[in-house]
Structure formats: C-alpha cells, structure tokens
C-alpha cells in the first residue's frame, strides 16, 4: 500500500505492540521514514515496519533538528510516522509540531492510542466511572520543567475527589501526596503503575499515606502513573445501563 507523501503523527499505545490500533499498525508496515524516541516506544514496534524502511531515532534530538527532516522527507515524496508513546493528545508536545508542519504546508494527520490512564484501567480491572461512586475523571501531571497553571494546581483538582490520572509525577511524589491528601482520605486507594505494558511492567495498590513511600522503596522515577480513585476501592455499586429496571431504545419495557 503506497502511502500519501504525509507526516502521520501516530499514538504507539502505552507499550505492548498489540494496543496499536489498526490504522497506526497499517501506517507503520508502509511508511518510508519513521521517527520515534526509542526511551519511550518499545523497539519491538519496529518488527511491523518494511525491511528499507528509514528510522530516525529522536531522544538526541531538539524540535529543531526533527521537523526540517521531517518537511525535507516529504517535500521528496515520502511518507512519514511519528511515533508517540500512549496517545498523542497528552504531554506529547504535538502542539508546536503541527504548527511548524502546518507553516511549511506540509501535510499532516493525527492517529489516536491508547493512553497510559487507559491501559492502568484496563489492568487493574477497574472502572474508573463507578455509578454512585465517582463519575469524572481528571488526567493531570505535577509540574516539572512545564509549569502547570496555578489555576490547575493539584490540590484544587484534588478537591472533587474524582478517578485522578496523575502523569509525570514520580519524581515530585511526596508533594503529590501532600496535596492529594489535602483532600481525599488518607485511605483512598492509589495504583503506582510502572512502565504498563512492556516487560518489566508493575503495579502497587497501596492507601494514600503509603504513595510516596513506595515510590522511593521501588525507586520509581520514570514512566510511572498514579491512578488515585474512590473507585478502586469499591466491590458493590452498579451502572443503571444494564439493569432489568432501566429501559432504553433497543430494550423496552416488556
Ligand atoms: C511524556 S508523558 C506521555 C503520555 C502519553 N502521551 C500517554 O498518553 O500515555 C509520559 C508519562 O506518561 C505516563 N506513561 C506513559 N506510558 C506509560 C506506561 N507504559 N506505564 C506507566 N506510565 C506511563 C507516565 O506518567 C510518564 O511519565
């Protein structure tokens, strides 16, 4: 399949190959360049590609160095993957990309992935929207090198007591704490997700007050994702959806 002379900015999924999606697996076995960070996507990706496929590995590179391989790359008709880990719409820095691809007037497309909130979910056996229980769900990250806005700050988030997916955190773990237990109980239970999905992938359940401390026991400072939900603790509670007493459209009453 001849792909379209195109930069494809492409979610790789948390890491096990098989959460590709379809369309992501279809552009990686054809495209003509691929960049990706190899820190962040596993290389086994990399088996779906063409044997003469070109690789340019980007964790040595600026923004700066990538996006004018990238235009000159498709200025000479050739199709190009950006592979980024999870999905692309979360702390993946596509933004400033597009931007520089769109004022060249280069082509481009975005292909979602599964992100790491999604996978931790899927592991842990969870629903993070239990009926009753908890109905929102806050993706956030502790500020790092990227400030995040006072406005956003964690304690805030931290007061709606929703399902909360915090990224980018392991290094600033016990200010995390503190600001969550500002106002979830100590007891809430946290899931501390190391690298879901590749080899050396593990999860630690423990209450609020133990975040931090496991943390630094495990030495976690990378590629770890903190899921802190009312949910996790929760056996009894049950969605309306399919219960005999709720009808809809497709299952009136009898
Ligand atoms: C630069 S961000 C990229 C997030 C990515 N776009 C996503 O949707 O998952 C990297 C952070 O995402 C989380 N993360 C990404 N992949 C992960 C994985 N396989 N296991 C655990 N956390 C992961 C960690 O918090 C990590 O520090």
């Known amino acids: 399949m001849k792909l379209n002379p195109s930069v494809y900015i492409v979610g790789a999924g948390p890491g096990e190959p098989d959460l590709l999606t379809v369309k992501a697996q279809k552009l990686l076995m054809n495209a003509d360049v691929i960049f990706f960070a190899d820190s962040l996507v596993p290389s086994e990706i990399l088996h779906l590609c063409r044997k003469d496929v070109e690789i340019i590995r980007t964790a040595n590179k600026t923004l700066e160095d990538i996006v004018p391989l990238m235009i000159e790359r498709v200025r000479s008709h050739k199709s190009v993957v950006r592979l980024h880990s999870g999905d692309p719409s979360l702390y993946s820095a596509i933004h400033e990309q597009m931007q520089l691809l769109a004022e060249a007037e280069v082509p481009f497309e975005v292909i979602p992935g599964i992100s790491a909130f999604q996978a931790a979910a899927a592991k842990l056996k969870v629903e993070l929207t239990v009926p009753g229980v908890v109905q ?110 709720h009808t809809h459209l497709f299952r009136p009453r009898k």
């Open 136 to 245: 929102s769900i806050i993706l956030t990250r502790i500020s790092g090198r990227t400030q995040v806005p006072t406005r956003e700050e964690l304690a805030s988030l931290a007061a709606h007591q929703a399902s909360l997916c915090l990224y980018l955190a392991a290094r600033h773990v016990e200010d995390a704490q503190a600001k969550l237990t500002e106002h979830y109980p100590a007891d809430t239970q946290v899931a501390i997700c190391f690298r879901l999905g590749w080899h050396d992938e593990k999860i630690w359940v423990v209450p609020l007050k133990e975040m931090a401390e496991c943390t630094h026991k495990e030495k976690l400072i990378r590629t770890t994702l903190y899921v802190i939900s009312p949910a996790l603790g929760e056996a009894t509670a049950r969605s309306r959806l399919y219960h005999p007493e």
